[in-house]
């Protein structure tokens, strides 16, 4: 296990964002845990949704004086071929789970797990990874409550993985999930807590004109002087770039000069995405305007996300998404599919639109509706940061976390 280096954090950064009651409400919280010592387990410090996660809500709880740890497991490629299998199987896609697989899995969970040296009040694991660690940590630190926090779509999980999760259902005190619709393993406890983005990190904060111009320059040739449609997804085939690709050439019969961004990095506990990012690229590789691009650095992302005319996040399943609240914090449309949480941050009609998953053909035809009318664009855009602001910022999701901790330790 190591544990990823962190920025420091206040919660004063949050003031201009946040209503004072809220903010009192979370010092509050934190007074009641003050006590507490909290381990983060998860399974990669860098690129993906949870590790993004992590990074905001680890500094910002130990700034709030509660003392807070995050470690993310050390495993190799086999283990997460396995990690991935299982995240797929509970997103609904069918790999046999062999006893080979089980094998590599317990052998690096038990090591990893045998780690953990500190003692600490409560434990908070992260997506299927760490669950095998479970078993020791209960052993280890017989009083410290577990949480389960689970980031996956688990709308259509098949059944031989939802069992498979649901074996270690006796050693989680409180599941998290991220919709009420995935509550399907049955923890003593559960709760839906919506996660959230960052407004202060690099990756949200506010671009002055010479750091956007200075991005143009470094984003070249891709040119915003010209329509431009970006999906910021890993390579990962629940993302769908494919999808994306398709909707794009269809919108780009009717906006002519239509630039598309696939912007994609792999995190660290991803196999296939280098293969799926050399297929992407391969499709898009005689067509000038399809910009493949790979492991941009925060501001950049920042700044595409920005500057981009409307985003898309046509996902298959989506156990959130974090892209599509980075988006609409940024006043840029979505077009985004009707899967997991995307609606709960796409309204359709007036921050963006809706289409179904395997419909890129909708997707295409509301990627031109947003390009016919400048001032929709732009009052989608104002309605789209106003729903972020109230539903989808890092205090709101903080409070709902401690809300879950301080019962947990009850
Ligand atoms: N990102 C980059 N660069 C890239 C690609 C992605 O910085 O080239 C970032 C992106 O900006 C975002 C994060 O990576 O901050 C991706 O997060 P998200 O869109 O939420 O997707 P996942 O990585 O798949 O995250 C998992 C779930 C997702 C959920 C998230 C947190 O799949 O649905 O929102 O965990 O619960």
Redesign the pocket.
């Known amino acids: 296990m190591h544990a990823p280096s962190l920025p420091d954090r206040s919660l004063d950064a949050y003031a201009a964002v946040t209503e004072r009651d809220r903010l009192e409400r979370l010092r509050s919280l934190a007074g009641t845990l003050s006590d507490a010592s909290v381990l983060h387990v998860n399974s990669t410090a860098t ?4 590790a ?2 992590l990074r905001s809500i680890v500094p910002v709880c130990n700034d709030l004086g509660i003392d807070t740890d995050w470690l993310v497991m050390d495993a190799d490629d086999d283990f997460f071929e396995v990690t991935k299998a299982i995240h797929n199987g509970l997103q609904g896609s069918a790999e046999p789970l062999t006893a080979e697989m089980e094998a590599i899995y317990r052998a690096v969970t038990d090591r990893n797990a045998a780690e953990v040296e500190k003692r600490y009040d409560l434990v908070v694991a992260h997506d299927p990874q760490p669950l095998g660690m479970l078993e020791r940590l209960a052993e280890r630190l017989p009083n410290a409550p577990i949480v389960w926090r689970c ?3 688990l709308t259509d999980p098949v059944d031989e993985y939802l069992a498979f999760v649901s074996a270690y259902a006796d050693r989680i005190d409180h599941a998290v999930f ?1 919709r009420a619709a995935y509550a399907a393993i049955d923890a003593p406890e559960t709760s839906v807590v919506y ?1 959230s983005i960052d407004p202060v990190t690099e ?1 949200n904060r506010a671009l002055d004109a010479a750091e956007l111009a200075t991005e143009r320059d470094r984003l070249d040739p891709l040119s915003f002087d010209a329509p431009v449609v970006t999906q ?3 390579f ?1 085939p629940w993302k769908d770039q494919f999808g994306t690709l398709e909707a794009y050439r269809r919108a780009r019969e009717t906006v002519p000069g239509l630039q598309l961004v696939l ?3 792999m ?1 660290g506990d991803d196999p296939e995405g280098l293969e799926l990012y050399e297929q992407v690229a391969s499709e898009a590789v005689d067509d000038p305007d399809v910009h493949v691009l ?3 650095p ?1 501001t950049t ?1 920042n700044a595409l996300q920005r500057l981009s005319d409307v985003v898309v996040q046509k996902s298959l399943r ?6 599509v609240s ?1 988006a609409l914090w940024k006043r840029t449309p979505v077009v985004g599919s009707t899967v ?2 995307i609606p709960l941050q796409v309204e359709d009609g007036r921050n963006g639109y809706l289409v179904e998953p395997d419909d890129a053909a909708a997707a295409g035809d509301r990627i031109v509706t947003l390009f016919e009318d400048d001032e929709r664009r732009t009052e989608f855009g104002a309605n789209a940061r106003e729903h972020v602001r109230e539903r989808f910022l890092l205090p709101r999701q903080l409070e709902d976390l401690l809300g879950v901790f301080v019962e947990a330790l009850e």
């Open positions: 690129g993906g949704g949870v993004e996660l980031h996956v779509d991220s996660p990756k910021v997804s890993r990962d912007a994609g990095g995190a790979t492991d941009l925060d992302v989506e156990g959130f998404g974090l892209v980075e997991g949480g």
